[in-house]
């Protein structure tokens, strides 16, 4: 080592410096240096089949104590491209395997040597990310996903049975998932794309054969589909065209409004005037569908089948829930009893837009289910791609946030248009308190959902180009269709197919006012970027059980966004979390906390996600995590979705309870605003872009405690991870607590915080006259840290 930290500032300070240059404490009083480990013997390391970690001259694993009996040594390995007549090829039936020389499948995957004439493997598919491995390779050179024509070495069997159970519970521990390198995303694509393509094959020869049509039985035709929707929806609808009365009709027994002139057809030269929205209020999902429109070579990718067919039998691609899924449906389609169509129509008898629609009702249990959301996550549905929210408002949230200055607001999206990214926006949706007649005088729908196309700076007047989905309402004020401001020249600029069905210029400023968010979705046009998809879980405590986080290796500098989705959180009786993302080097010892790196915001949303980032070469732990369910026994799953430019490596691994705590420290360490306190007692806060408030109080002092009281009873919709809105502590000395986490709670109404704190210094533990009625005394903590909050809120000391 080089250099040494100093323990008061944490500065780290070169050899040849006996004092620390930032605070002047001297360098015998801090850290020692740390020795470099010692090179590796390349030629007696061996990795180990447990836990994958790479060992070094011993008989047992550093990690795990597996033995060394099975594992592999290390040797050079050429990776060899898979092939389509690979004697492993993956559509072999049953994961089986083709033999090269007599072509005969073999469907056990384990044996090496064909059935039919003896002749020997060569060469294994991983079932994990199909890379052709040589048969002697005891995992995959990839992800390392372990062969399967080995068996399972003892030890494994041995630790996974003793692991069956974690203690104090009953619930089986889930396995956590094997390390996974990100890949390219067009190749992932054609992956899911020739497996449906075998699955749309075999149903098609079925109906054939049959002389039938398909009938979803996963998404049947029934009320149950339709879903509820409540009655003042529909009060002033007719009874038999309520949703209950509705009928599944075919294509070729719907009236549509262009009659016969057209014939059905899946796609007939689509654009976005094809979408013409029905009595569902999902136009947060259809004006992210006119952006997509937008976009041919984005639209063909969604849509798997490209032609209409008598069976009825349709392929959809979607990134539900931040997993990329093939979803089959039928050509059933609800109406009304005049047998025309009750929700989204596609314009000139084409079915890509009834089925887009059809196929995200069935993921998320019926049609009921897509009222109301953001444009935001109708973009990530579809592409699957990162997505940035930018807010346009002024309140507690976004006071400080670069995001209100409208400049700045300017810059992006010049930035994003640049780009080419995708961006929607919303109306009327946030906390900025206008009558919807505000709206309706200039043209606009509250509570709205718009596509944004342009950003155009023209002789010093910034435009913005949108795309109401309705096709109809559009802009009223300056640089409307109508304006005098408009000359000969800039019409040809500006609007060279002239006027088009629900899309508008207006100015910037008032695209400012009136609206309150844009999604911009960062689908980009550079070949090359990778993708990886971990399924994960967010548990309401962090016992030794439920400690999860995401080790995340990167071998080269590399941009890295990561977004966090949880699972099912469109559906119904199902509530959002309030999600968030930390990003921290792995400290010297494996699985501990080191320097902060990044954060997302927390909020209660479908997902959440992270700036773009270029990470340095090392490892890094991703904490994901969500509080305003703690103290339930709901642990719900979600999925971490990571976008590089470069390939990297991630892996789910158990840490201890204590990591959680250790990343959100890192993360006040790092941003937290510093209330003024006594000599020794520093409490540090973030209550911006946080959901909530996040409140810390470090002891600096070496012989006395320090006592603090936080009152948050002022503050309305909020959960506390402490279970009460008052709490009370003894910190003991060179210690430091995470005293309470405010959560907003219910997403559909604005929250707020206030928070007042007292502190004492005391030479005595126990919060004694601190203690209300009832509480023991000599208790140092009221609530009482149980089991469940023990590792979050328990006292950290501040040098380990």
């Given amino acids: 080592m080089t250099r040494w930290a100093c323990v008061q500032c944490t500065l ?71 092939s389509s007549s690979s004697e492993t090829s993956p559509s072999s039936n049953g994961g089986g395997w083709n033999c090269m020389k007599c072509k005969v499948i073999n469907n056990d995957v384990t044996v090496l040597d064909c059935h039919q004439c003896q002749q020997k493997r060569s060469m294994w598919n991983c079932p994990q990310c199909t890379l ?44 956590f998932s094997p390390r996974v390198k990100s890949d390219f995303m067009e190749h992932l694509r054609t992956v899911d794309e020739q497996k449906a393509n075998e699955t749309f094959r075999r149903i098609i020869e079925f109906c054939r054969s049959n002389r039938s049509n398909f009938v979803d039985d996963g998404f049947s035709p029934t009320e149950k589909s339709i879903g509820r929707f409540p009655d003042d929806e529909f009060a002033q609808v007719p009874n038999r065209a309520r949703p209950k009365n509705l009928l599944w009709v075919r294509p070729a027994e719907i009236y549509t409004k262009d009659g016969r002139r057209w014939r059905w057809s899946v796609f007939n030269n689509p654009s976005p005037t094809d979408i013409e929205q029905g009595v569902l209020g999902n136009c947060w999902f259809l004006s992210a569908l006119a952006v997509i429109a937008e976009r041919p070579d984005l639209l063909e ?41 009750a929700f989204t129509v596609g314009r000139r008898n084409q079915l ?109 007047a910034r435009l913005i180009r949108l795309r109401n989905p309705w096709g109809q309402f559009v802009w009223k004020g300056a640089w409307s269709d109508k304006s005098e401001l408009w000359t000969p020249e800039l019409r040809r600029v500006l609007m060279p197919d002239g006027p088009q069905s629900g899309v508008f210029w207006m100015p910037f400023e008032e695209f400012c006012y009136f609206f309150d968010s844009v999604d911009i979705c960062k689908v980009r046009r550079v070949v090359g970027w990778k993708e990886l ?89 991703v904490v994901s995590c969500s509080f305003n369910h703690w103290g339930t026994s709901h642990v719900p799953k979600s999925v971490l ?30 941003e937290g605003r510093m209330h003024s306190a006594l000599p020794g007692c520093v409490p540090r806060y973030i ?23 936080v009152d948050c009873s002022q503050s309305k919709n909020v959960v506390s991870t402490r279970g009460s809105m008052v709490m009370a502590d003894t910190i003991p000395p060179m210690h430091r607590q995470i005293v309470v986490i405010l959560s907003h709670f219910e997403p559909s109404q604005s929250y707020f915080v206030m928070h007042r704190i007292t502190h004492r210094v005391t030479g005595h533990a126990g919060l004694r006259d601190w203690a209300p009625a009832g509480v023991d005394k000599n208790a140092n903590h009221d609530p009482p840290l149980n089991e469940f909050v023990h590792g979050l809120h328990s006292p950290r000391p501040l040098f380990i």
């Avoid at 979705?641 to 790092?670: G, M, R, Y």
């Fill in 132 to 175: 052709e491995n040589p048969i002697g390779r005891a995992k995959c050179e990839a992800c390392a996903t372990r062969n399967p024509t080995r068996p399972k070495p003892p030890s494994v069997a041995a630790s996974s049975a003793a692991k069956a159970k974690s203690p104090g519970t009953n619930e089986v521990e889930e396995p």
């Fill in 352 to 460: 890509w837009v009834p089925l887009i629609e059809k196929a995200l009702a069935k993921v998320f249990g019926s049609y009921a289910t897509l009222r109301a959301g953001r444009s935001v996550e109708g973009l990530a549905l579809l592409t699957g791609a990162p997505c940035e929210f930018v807010s346009l408002e002024r309140d507690s949230e976004t006071t400080n946030d670069e995001t209100y200055d409208h400049d700045m607001v300017w810059v992006k999206l010049l930035s994003a248009r640049e780009a080419t990214f995708l961006m929607g926006c919303s109306c009327g949706a946030g906390r900025r308190q206008l009558p919807e007649s505000a709206y309706e005088k200039v043209g606009l729908l509250s509570r709205h959902a718009y596509s944004l196309l342009d950003v155009k700076e023209v002789n010093g």
């Fill in 12 to 82: 780290e300070n070169g050899l040849d410096s006996s004092n620390c240059a930032a605070c002047g404490l001297s360098k015998d009083q801090s850290r020692p240096t740390i020795p470099q480990r010692p090179p590796r013997n390349v030629s007696n390391s061996w990795d180990c089949y447990s836990c994958s970690y790479r060992n070094e001259g011993r008989l047992t694993c550093e990690m795990c104590d597996a033995p060394k009996l099975g594992s592999r040594p290390q040797t050079s390995v050429t990776i060899k491209a898979t």
């Fill in 687 to 709: 209550s911006h872009g946080i959901g909530g408030l996040l409140l810390v109080m470090d002891n600096l002092m070496e012989d006395a405690c320090v006592q603090i009281q």
């Fill in 301 to 341: 990718h969604i849509v798997l089948t490209k032609h209409y067919y008598a069976e009825g039998v349709y392929q959809i691609r979607l990134c539900v829930d931040g997993a990329w899924q093939i979803i089959t449906v039928d050509d059933h389609l609800p109406c009304y009893q005049n047998h025309t169509m």
């Fill in 533 to 621: 998809r971990l399924p994960g879980v967010l548990p309401p405590h962090w016992l030794d059980s439920h400690s999860q986080v995401t080790r995340l290796i990167v071998n080269e500098p590399t941009e890295v966004s990561l977004t966090l989705f949880q699972e099912g959180s469109r559906r119904e009786n199902t509530d959002q979390l309030d999600l968030m993302i930390l990003v921290v080097r792995e400290g010297f010892v494996p699985k501990s906390v080191g320097e902060f790196v990044l954060k997302s915001k927390r909020t209660v949303a479908a997902f959440v996600g992270t700036k773009d980032t270029f990470l340095p070469a090392g490892s890094y732990l």
């Fill in 641 to 670: 979705a990571v976008h590089s430019s470069k390939s990297v490596v991630a892996e789910n691994i158990h840490a201890p309870p204590t990591v959680l705590a250790d990343a959100l420290i890192a993360l006040v360490l790092k």
